[in-house]
């Protein structure tokens, strides 16, 4: 048993291994595999083994600097979703106290207390005035 691990220390030096991306992939791949088998489409298992195929291919890539990018990439991605669902959640839960626009010159966010009737807003990034009701 031992020696047999040992072996597979060795064959896999130099080796991707699973990453945050590869469990992602293995986890998705699980998830579609349940809801395929539960609503029987094939395609979805189809789909579901071709990431299950992906992420065996990346565990064993010897091009770690490729994958390492890749997984970059996906951690960045999910910083941004996880970011964003947090500001999401934060303004549902001011909805009542605050309402939340678009700056019409330069599209960004920004947001004015509630029941102040029609007031003139300053976009605090481009210094443009408009008038809203709040
Ligand atoms: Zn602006």
């Known amino acids: ?5 040992e072996k597979l220390y060795e064959w896999m030096q130099g080796r991707n291994g699973v990453d945050e991306m590869g469990i992602f992939l293995i986890g998705a791949s699980l998830v579609l ?4 088998s539960l609503l029987s489409v094939f395609l ?19 091009n770690i600097g490729a994958r390492k990018a890749e997984n970059n990439r996906y951690l960045a ?10 500001s999401q959640k934060v303004r549902f839960g001011l909805r009542k106290t605050y309402k939340y626009l678009k700056c019409k010159n330069c599209k960004k966010k920004m947001r004015v207390p509630r029941g102040k009737g029609k007031i003139e807003v300053t976009c605090p990034h481009c210094g443009e005035k408009f008038i809203t009701k709040s």
């Open 33 to 36: 595999l349940i809801i395929s």
């Open 77 to 86: 991605e999910r910083e941004r979703l996880r970011f964003k669902l947090q």
């Open 1 to 5: 048993m031992r020696r047999l691990r």
């Open 44 to 62: 979805l298992s189809l789909i579901a083994f071709g990431l299950l195929i992906y992420s065996y291919f990346r565990v064993f890539s010897r």
